[in-house]
Nanobody, 116 residues
């Protein structure tokens, strides 16, 4: 069974940067559009960025120009470079396939906390 492991979160001041990593135990990256999701306390889990197999990227408006998603299919790893962080970016960040039928079990996520 494919497992997803997110890492790289932490506590950072507003304006700071973090780089998240998502490692998969299987071949999920090579065959799927992959995304980064986040879930703030009391809110639903939302997709914030996704990347196609060929590397085409898309972002929600709230993170455009600040976040950069990338992937290394050979390493089964995906990244999210987050710059100019804001308190409203505080959430647990997860990775998974974008298509619901392609998703695997959610990992533990990685906590990102941005202080003002």
């Amino acid at each position: 069974q494919v497992q997803l492991v997110e890492s790289g979160g932490g506590l950072v001041q507003a304006g700071g940067s973090l780089r998240l990593s998502c490692a998969a135990s299987g071949s999920i990256f090579r065959v799927n559009v992959m995304g980064w999701y986040r879930q703030a306390p009391g809110k639903q889990r939302d997709l914030v960025a996704f990347i196609s197999i060929g590397g085409t990227t898309n972002y929600v408006d709230s993170v455009k120009g600040r976040f950069t998603i990338s992937r290394d299919n050979a390493k089964n790893t995906m990244y999210l470079q987050m710059n100019s962080l804001k308190p409203e970016d505080t959430a647990v960040y997860y990775c998974n396939a974008v298509r619901p039928v392609a998703r695997v079990s959610w990992g533990q996520g990685t906590q990102v906390t941005v202080s003002s």
